[in-house]
């Protein structure tokens, strides 16, 4: 800097070869006029002021602006920031980031082998890409133009529809309030229809096509003339809620429609409003799953889901109408508790007034108690599990179905086991609902019985035999787990259900019942189902009470908080088995889900516990 001051006094000093200058006292006066030069003679120059300029041009040189990097190898034009260590990918968007010219200096990816990693984007690529920046500019401001044009027209347009407004036509016969699905029965009838704006088509300034969907059905709604100038119209989205009047027609030979009728209005108020846009400010079909998931609440709303949870309630009315005509009685047991039932690492815990508590993993303790006052048993409750799994098929709380049966053998068990899930899958497909598992899973058939039985032991000799191999590569050996995948891929290549039988004592739970012929294994069943693997876990029971202590005693488990369940063994114990089924997992079987969180309704999981 003091280079830069020395080298403008040189060149001021040379102009000023006249002018006189002699010391000055100090005195009251200000800096300023202190440090002003003061010529005797020729007249005043003005030059020193001169002196100052050259040196503040040259300190903005100093503070030059920091280049920036592109690299069409590892930057990127959503996430760079133009340094060398986080560039832009492209020129274009480096020039967008500065948006004005001139453009600081660009560099982008070095040619040059083994030397800098960046050099200077050549002049005639600069050119080329300006141009395109400059296109594009022009195009944006065009755009912007068009839309404030576009815009001040809306608005003008709203204002002026205030003051239109409609009423209903008292001389027209009263209408019938309905659901849409109860619409088949009032064609060439005046009906009022609630429901949401589904889908929604203007067609010029006279007519307006809906869908409406009340949860019942789907309804196809004409708007015309005035109804389509008002206010409300104009603004009118999807998810919007309203109420339409008018004659149910069917629809001219050759056209479609829901229901093959239409709403021709005659009268529509709003009954409450949506954003523009709708649903679509939220989330669309290409959404990702976490954004879905975090939307779930308007997810909900979209056809594929809908079906999914009528099926859902389908289902569940089919298990309880099983039930009822089988003679088991519906309980409802506590989900807040102070025993495990499948392992103390997948309990969620918490502080119950002072008593450590915990949230079920299971009711089936409960349902056991139940067996002596109501004999055969079961119930349709939340359970939860605390692991920390990250498969297709796994959930944190899930809704389990449970049953519990007196005086039966392991045999009975299996066959109990059989009926259920043929039977629920039978009464589904032929109620009202059977339909929407035809279009969300085309392709299912109700399995026929007796399923495949097979013993764990020939479930590891058939993994063995086919090459179906654990994690590490090595082959399954008696006592191994078989972890979903590998269990998945011999059930699908089987292709049909297996009951797998006889688990060894060791990988199960302290309360199941050693097989008599053979103590090392017990009586224990999974239900595995093409696509999905397991779906339902039971066994027979313990039922003499020095074998349970024993099991509490290997599974290192203190028999207090269970005083309740060793009674069971002491006031007239029986040979008892039972089961939990998981139905989402059974939903995935029949729609041939590829997750098993697209069949609940807010699932939650190790990563999710929103909305």
């Known amino acids: 800097m003091l280079k830069l001051v020395s080298r403008a006094y040189r060149v001021s000093a040379s102009n000023l070869k006249s002018a006189t200058y002699r010391p000055i006292q100090p005195s009251t006066t200000t800096t300023s006029s202190v440090l002003r030069p003061i010529p005797v003679s020729p007249p005043p120059v003005t030059k020193p002021t001169a002196v100052v300029r050259p040196v503040a041009r040259r300190m903005t040189v100093a503070t030059e602006v920091q280049p920036l990097y592109t690299s069409d190898k590892l930057g990127s034009d959503e996430k760079g920031e133009g340094t060398a260590d986080n560039p832009f990918k492209t020129p274009l968007q480096a020039m967008r980031h500065w948006a004005k010219e001139p453009f600081p200096t660009i560099y982008v990816d070095s040619k040059e082998e083994g030397g800098e990693k960046y050099s200077v984007i050549s002049q005639a690529q600069l050119k080329k890409i300006t141009k395109v920046y400059n296109r594009e500019l022009t195009k944006s401001k065009g755009k912007a133009e ?137 989330l669309n079909t290409e959404s990702n799953p976490d954004v879905m998931y975090h939307n779930r609440h308007m997810w909900i709303r979209g056809e594929n889901m809908s079906k999914v949870l009528k099926v859902r309630h389908a289902t569940i009315k089919a298990f309880r109408d099983h039930y009822y005509d089988k003679d088991y009685v519906e309980v409802t047991p506590p989900t807040l508790v102070q025993c495990q039932v499948e392992g103390g690492s997948t309990l969620f815990k918490l502080n119950y007034f002072g008593d450590e508590a915990y949230l079920t993993q299971s009711s089936q303790l409960y349902l056991e108690t139940c067996i002596p006052a109501v004999g055969n048993v079961y119930c349709i409750a939340q359970s939860y599990r605390a692991e920390s799994s990250h498969t297709r098929r796994h959930l944190s709380e ?8 007196p005086f039966i053998t392991f045999d009975d068990l299996l066959d109990a086991l059989e009926d259920l899930i043929v039977d629920t899958a039978q009464r589904i497909m032929s109620s009202k609902h059977g339909d929407l598992v035809r279009e969300l899973n085309p392709n299912f058939t109700v399995p026929q019985k007796p399923f495949k039985r097979m013993d764990y032991r020939d479930a590891i000799e058939y993994c063995r035999e086919n090459g179906i191999r654990k994690e590490d590569g090595t082959t399954f050996e008696f006592g191994d787990d078989i972890p979903e995948a590998p269990e998945r891929k011999m059930t699908d290549m089987i292709g049909v259900p297996i009951l797998l039988c006889r688990f060894p004592k060791a990988m199960k739970s302290f309360y199941m019942q050693p097989d008599k012929a053979d103590p090392i294994v017990t009586e224990s069943v999974d239900c595995l189902l093409p696509n999905v693997g397991e779906i339902i876990g039971g066994s027979m029971r313990i039922y003499d009470e020095q074998e349970l202590a024993a099991g509490f005693k290997r599974e290192g488990i203190s028999p207090e908080n269970y005083y309740w369940y060793v009674d069971q063994r002491k006031y007239g114990t029986c040979p008892h088995g039972g089961y939990g089924l998981g139905l989402e997992r059974y939903l995935m079987w029949l729609l041939n889900s590829n997750n098993i969180r697209e069949n609940c309704l807010y699932p939650r999981t190790a990563e999710r516990c929103k909305p």
């Open 398 to 405: 899930f809704t389990h179905i449970e049953g519990e049966l």
């Open 146 to 282: 068009k839309d404030a044009e576009e815009a001040a027209k809306r608005a003008a347009n709203l204002e002026d529809s205030k003051s239109i407004t409609i009423s209903e036509d008292p001389s027209l016969p009263a209408a019938r309030q309905a659901k849409i699905s109860g619409l088949g029965e009032l064609r060439d009838q005046r009906v009022k229809v609630f429901g949401w704006v589904h889908r929604l088509r203007r067609q010029g300034k006279n007519l307006i096509f809906l869908v409406l969907r009340d949860g019942t059905g789907f309804l196809q709604c004409v708007l015309t003339d005035t109804q389509c100038k008002t206010y409300d119209a104009l603004l009118l989205a999807t998810e919007s809620s309203v109420a339409i009047y008018g004659i149910l027609t069917a629809v001219p030979e050759g056209k479609e429609a829901p229901g093959g009728h239409e709403l021709k209005a005659d009268y529509w108020e709003l009954v409450g409003g949506s954003p523009a846009g709708g649903v679509d400010n939220l």
